[in-house]
């Protein structure tokens, strides 16, 4: 009786545990009002419970309700030892005309299942029917966490208050030369940021340095600085290694930072700003005087050899390898001394950078190689690394173990009459003395006087020449006629369209397209930009919805329920390559 209860028990803890690891995956949609006025907006919330970085429905189709902004959110959530994450995406729809419109469930395959949502039906009358309230409260359109400019702010033209904010983080204050310190810039801002660009120079005087790569997408998270909700994002990183003692200080590092263009917002043509991080000052302590000119950092400290037995003509590579957390970039393996046995040529050292979430870590590898004297078994010592670590404030010395090699064969003797001494030669890692001989073939029939060797002169020099013509006259010249890329632009975009063979491939040739012909960046392209850019180029206005209604289609195929007949998608495809033509007869 007592092991039954036991076994229930430990059934019943896995099953807890089980359930606590285990997160829900689900797809939900919600609005927030089922009536709305032709002078409101609807605000329509995707919920992604469980799906890490899921790609952004669009809803540029959805029947007489137009998008006019799309934020994205991202939720954690601890509860009972249970961790949950969210994505939200939220559309603010402005309706186009009155009546009752449906939004239709969305569809969302996630690890091989499909998640759909709840379709809604909106009533749309004329005017407002959001009501009137008082400056200490907040209507049902707006919104508690606003980092972006608002559509009820657009609709009554209220300018948006920039606030945006630079913080600058190390990992430690207190620190020793050379020991590594992580510094970081942060950016606070409720406004939406198009790009960043750092002004100052990246240099910091009395430190060595490594810069994180900047990555060209940056997630950001929701956090309360002040009593205010933010946007923070992690826009720099590095790891610097201070070379000098005292008050060292970070000087201010200066950003540039441009406010993301919007046609409806207070700022209509973008604006940039400037802010600087604070300065940061850090206390570096001498070394204590025993770990004088020691690296400083932990690391591990191995050497092996290639191979355990090799011929005595052969040349083995020996490896040492030291990895873990420090300044690799100065740092030098031990080498072994030559000795009546062998001798030892000079390494060649490779090092490379981990750039993980914390701290700077790297791996310094070596190759040297070596030549025997002798057969045998030859041995090895041990080396040692010795390092100060700052965490332990001791110094830790990691020492390898010694090998041996077991050398067989007969040593062959070296050519005479050489007029370089053969020790002091050393070609792609082989001793000369030990290139083996080969045969001697008749110097009388020489290659260079046979017809052969002319015909391969001929056609050699040919090929330069065809060469420096292209990069001097086509590459500078006839490549770089506008004329001709366009030619090559519109041709390769219509042997896209003609190859499609899905639907949903057609949106990026269209994007691709546009991004070429109106030179707009990624970010930019949208049914604003793309009708603005037509009509500035008196491209057909019929020609021009049906480019961003296929688009549209294309991109939220995947998500919508209807699909395309093989007719109507033949249809859509003539169609494009004939707007397209169309557009490029009209946009030079």
Not at 83 to 91: A, E, M
Not at 167 to 185: F, H, M, T
Request: charged share 25%; glycine share 6%.
């Amino acid at each position: 009786m007592k092991n039954r209860i036991m076994t229930v028990l430990l059934a019943g803890l896995v099953l807890w545990v089980g359930g606590l690891s285990a997160e829900e995956v689900a797809v939900t949609a919600a609005i927030n009002a089922d009536k709305i006025g032709l002078d409101d907006v609807l605000v329509y919330t995707l919920t992604f419970k469980g799906i890490d970085n899921p790609r952004q429905p669009d809803l540029s189709n959805l029947p007489q309700l137009k998008v006019t902004q799309i934020s994205r959110g991202f939720r954690q959530e601890f509860i009972n030892g249970a961790h949950s994450s969210s994505v939200d995406f939220t559309y603010y729809l402005q309706p186009q005309a009155t009546g009752a419109f449906t939004i239709p469930p969305l569809s969302y395959e996630f690890q091989g299942r499909a998640y759909k949502t709840e379709a809604f039906t909106i009533h749309v009358v004329q005017g407002s029917v959001a009501p009137q309230t008082s400056p200490g409260r907040k209507s049902i359109f707006d919104l508690d966490d606003d980092f972006f400019s608002s559509p009820v702010d657009r609709v009554e033209r209220k300018p948006q208050e920039i606030d945006v904010k630079l913080r600058a983080l190390v990992s430690k204050k207190d620190v020793l030369p050379g020991e590594q310190v992580i510094y970081r810039v942060l950016l606070y801002t409720r406004n939406n940021i198009e790009s960043i660009n750092m002004v100052s120079n990246q240099t910091i005087p009395g430190f060595w340095q490594e810069w994180y790569p900047v990555s060209q997408t940056i997630d950001g998270t929701v956090t309360k600085l002040d009593g205010k909700n933010y946007r923070l994002y992690e826009i720099r990183k590095a790891a610097l290694f201070p070379t000098n003692t005292g008050q060292v200080s970070i000087p201010p590092l200066k950003f540039e930072l441009m406010l993301r263009q919007d046609a409806f917002s207070f700022f209509s043509n973008g604006r940039n700003i400037f802010r600087s991080t604070p300065e940061v000052t850090l206390n570096v302590r001498p070394l204590p005087a025993q770990a004088a000119g020691l690296p400083v950092g932990d690391f591990d400290f191995s050497v092996t050899p290639a191979q355990a037995a090799i011929d005595i003509n052969e040349i083995l590579t020996i490896k040492p390898r030291i990895s873990g957390k420090g300044n690799l970039k100065t740092l030098e393996t031990p080498n072994f001394e030559s000795g009546d046995d062998y001798k030892v040529f000079p390494a060649r050292i490779t090092r490379h950078a981990d750039f993980g979430q914390g701290e700077l870590t790297g791996v310094l590898e070596a190759e040297i190689p070596v030549t025997f004297k002798k057969a045998g078994l030859i041995a090895f010592p041990a080396l040692s690394l010795t390092f100060y670590q700052p965490e332990m404030r001791q110094i830790v010395t990691r020492q390898s173990k010694p090998f041996t090699v077991k050398v067989s064969g007969k040593k062959e003797e070296s050519e005479s009459g050489s007029t370089i001494p053969q020790t002091e030669i050393v070609k792609t890692g082989q001793d000369i003395d030990y290139i083996k001989k080969g045969r001697i073939y008749d110097q009388e029939k020489l290659f260079y006087k046979t017809p052969l060797f002319q015909f391969l002169a001929v056609i050699f020099f040919l090929i330069n020449l065809f060469y420096v013509l292209k990069i001097t006259l086509y590459d500078k010249y006839i490549s770089q006629n506008p004329l001709l890329n366009r030619k090559k632009l519109l041709n390769r975009t219509v042997k896209a369209l003609q190859s499609v063979r899905d639907y949903g491939e057609i949106f990026p040739i269209l994007e691709n397209y546009v991004k070429e012909k109106g030179k707009l960046g990624r970010a930019e392209i949208n049914s604003y930009a793309i009708e603005n850019l037509f009509e500035k180029y008196g491209v057909s206005g019929k020609d021009g919805k049906n480019f961003t209604r296929i688009k549209a289609e294309s991109e939220s195929c995947r998500f919508s329920p209807i699909k395309k007949t093989a007719q109507e998608f033949k249809h859509d495809l003539q169609l494009l390559v004939d707007i397209v033509k169309r557009i490029d007869r009209k946009i030079k």
